[in-house]
């Protein structure tokens, strides 16, 4: 796969997630990258292609890849987050 992909959930109880993932999109629509975005509730093997790309058996989404490069998502307390992708680091302060 090419490109970036964002992978979501549209079914979380999570309130963080669903923050988290807004987040996520709200910020990349802002920079004006576009990036495919990827519903892992519709497809166990989704899921499984995002925790494999992460390298970890239990990440949760949003999880953000970049072609086959996994680029990551981490979130930082108090509204203030680094997030990498496509090559692009930034800090919401």
Do not use: F
């Not at 990440?59 to 509204?79: E, K």
């Amino acid at each position: 796969m090419s490109g970036l992909r964002v992978y979501s959930t549209s079914v979380t109880g999570s309130r963080e997630i669903k923050s988290q993932q807004s987040e996520v999109t709200r910020i990349l629509d802002g920079k004006r990258i576009q990036y495919q975005l990827v519903d892992i509730s519709q497809d166990n093997a989704l899921r499984d292609e995002m925790r494999t790309l992460a390298g970890n058996p239990k990440a949760t989404p949003p999880q953000i890849v970049n072609g086959d490069h996994y680029c990551g998502v981490w979130v930082l307390g108090s509204g203030r987050c680094w997030r990498t992708a496509a090559r692009v680091r930034w800090a919401n302060n």
